[in-house]
């Protein structure tokens, strides 16, 4: 390697400054001469780190509160000089300009700061970089001749290659480049959607160019099925309670079916106050349940499906206790989620090795952000999060005979669940838990008779909700047959009248919700 291709100067501006000190004392140690401005300049001076500052570098001071630092030619034509070139060199040699061969910057944090509920405008807007991705950008462009770091994970690489030879090896330095365009197209991507939000009103809530800056958070043991691959990507403006986001605390790596039913069983359990017990197979709940204690929740939620339940994933919205934990050994299950575990059912579950928890601390806080995205060939679809409006009392009461208290109770438990289950969907309940579920059928008298085949506890008395209106009395028919006394649907069909002859005639209650939950 020529000697002239050394690594001489580095440039360093950092706000997350972990790592700085070692790495920066190694990089001069290594002969390496430092720039840097701003609170970079004044940690390396702090810690005894010989630093050249910016503003002597360009014989310019910083201005406007520190927004200008390092907005320069003396700066930018260090970075930028193509060495190959000539012509390139000629102007370095005439500006008196030795060329930075090393840069070291990440970003203001925009995304965090946007997240906080107590962060006003200007604070945000205060956390757009300017100087920061024209360094980064500028770097990477030329990455032919320059190194540029945006992420302290690859300090120990970056010294490694400058030990041993005094420049970043080609493919290293195309590697760190590409971080460093996604790490700032993450960035602006951030920024563009707080802006979209800003201006979000009933009719322009969607952007007209949709960017997505999402980070890969790991990469999945693999996707719907085992030649598929998978990764797992995060929201940066959404930190809340998830599945996303849980830690994991023991069993076999995540895949992609893992992720969609815990993300479903816990969309569904948080929705309740009472301690909740929500069992999810390939997407759709099996069994949910009320209960005094979480061992309570369990064993009802488990009773209206137990054969579906087995190999499903279970999710709580209380601590799991020893006694839930014992239960839940006792079968096959790919894992539970919930906001805590107690001790004891810690020891009964590590027992299950392959088992997997995960710990969704802080369920008061969960919530949906953004948009509900899905990919078709071609396109991409967005749309709102389907959310539960009012409960099923504030519905209108179409036959002659109202809901009686324990059906009032059963019916807003089957109209909660069945938001949650694929369309057509039928969700039989009582009071305390699903007793049938009717879920992905292409007719709906199908979807009821598919939940009373289902089946496993008494029909007699129970309430049955439908994600959308019947479009024949036939439903109500067979639903009444089984012993069904109260019904929850949006309404709306050109058949309403007679579906609700037929709910007189079996003498049941029906509630027009007037929202149609389709689930697609």
């Not at 050994?329 to 009964?348: H, K, L, N, T, W």
């Not at 953004?370 to 990919?375: H, I, P, T, V």
């Not at 036959?399 to 059906?407: F, H, L, S």
Request: charged content about 25%.
């Amino acid at each position: 390697m020529s000697d002239e291709r050394r690594i001489r100067r580095a440039l360093l501006s950092l706000y997350d400054k972990r790592g700085l000190e070692p790495f920066a004392r190694e990089l001069h140690a290594l002969g390496i001469e430092l720039l840097s401005s701003g609170g970079t300049a004044q940690a390396l001076a702090e810690a005894g780190i010989p630093v050249r500052p910016v503003s002597e570098e360009t014989g310019f001071p910083e201005i406007l509160e520190g927004r200008v630092k390092t907005l320069h030619p003396r700066i930018h034509g260090a970075i930028l000089a193509d060495l190959d070139r000539a012509t390139h060199r000629a102007d370095l040699e005439a500006q008196g300009l030795a060329p930075i061969g090393l840069v070291v910057v990440n970003l203001y944090p925009f995304a965090a700061t946007a997240s906080r509920a107590d962060s006003t405008h200007e604070a945000v807007v205060e956390m757009v970089d300017i100087g920061g991705p024209a360094m980064i950008r500028a770097a990477a462009k030329n990455h032919a001749h320059v190194g540029v770091v945006v992420d302290p994970a690859d300090y120990e690489r970056v010294l490694q290659e400058l030990r041993a030879q005094g420049r970043l090896l080609e493919r290293t330095r195309l590697e760190l480049a590409a971080k460093a365009f996604a790490h700032t197209a993450a960035y602006d991507a951030a920024i563009a959607a707080y802006f979209a939000r800003r201006l979000e009103t009933a009719e322009g809530a969607f952007p007209p160019v949709l960017v997505l800056g999402w980070p890969r958070a790991r990469m999945l043991r693999y996707g719907e099925n085992p030649h598929q691959r998978g990764a797992l990507y995060l929201d940066p403006a959404d930190d809340c309670a998830s599945a996303a986001r849980a830690q994991q605390l023991q069993g076999k790596e995540l895949s992609f079916n893992n992720l969609l039913d815990f993300d479903a069983a816990l969309d569904l359990v948080v929705e309740f106050d009472a301690p909740a017990c929500v069992i999810v197979k390939h997407g759709n709940p099996c069994g949910v349940a009320l209960g005094s204690t979480p061992h309570a929740a369990f064993e009802r939620a488990l009773a209206c499906d137990p054969q579906s339940a087995f190999g499903g994933v279970i999710a709580f919205n209380c601590a799991v206790d020893a006694p839930t934990a014992e239960a839940i050994s006792a079968a096959f299950y790919e894992g539970v989620i919930a906001p805590d575990f107690e001790e004891g059912a810690r020891a009964a579950l590590a027992r299950k090795k392959n088992l997997r928890l995960l710990l969704a601390r802080e369920l008061a806080r969960y919530r949906r952000e953004g948009w509900d995205l899905r990919r078709i060939a071609g396109g991409l679809l967005a749309q709102d999060w389907d959310t539960p409006g009012q409960g099923v009392r504030a519905g209108r009461v179409v036959t002659k005979r109202a809901p009686t208290e324990q059906e009032w109770q059963a019916l807003q438990l089957a109209w909660t669940v069945v938001r949650h289950v694929r369309s057509n969907a039928i969700v039989y309940a009582d009071a305390r838990g699903t007793v049938g579920i009717g879920a992905g059928q292409m007719s709906r008298v199908d979807a009821a008779r598919l939940g009373i085949s289902k089946a496993q506890l008494d029909l007699a008395g129970t309430a049955m909700a439908s994600d959308a209106f019947f479009p024949f009395r036939d439903g109500v028919d067979v639903a009444a047959e089984a012993g069904v006394r109260a019904v929850a649907q949006p309404g709306g069909s050109i058949r309403d009248e007679e579906v609700i002859q037929a709910a007189d005639e079996h003498g049941m209650a029906m509630v027009f919700t007037g929202r149609r939950h389709f689930r697609h």
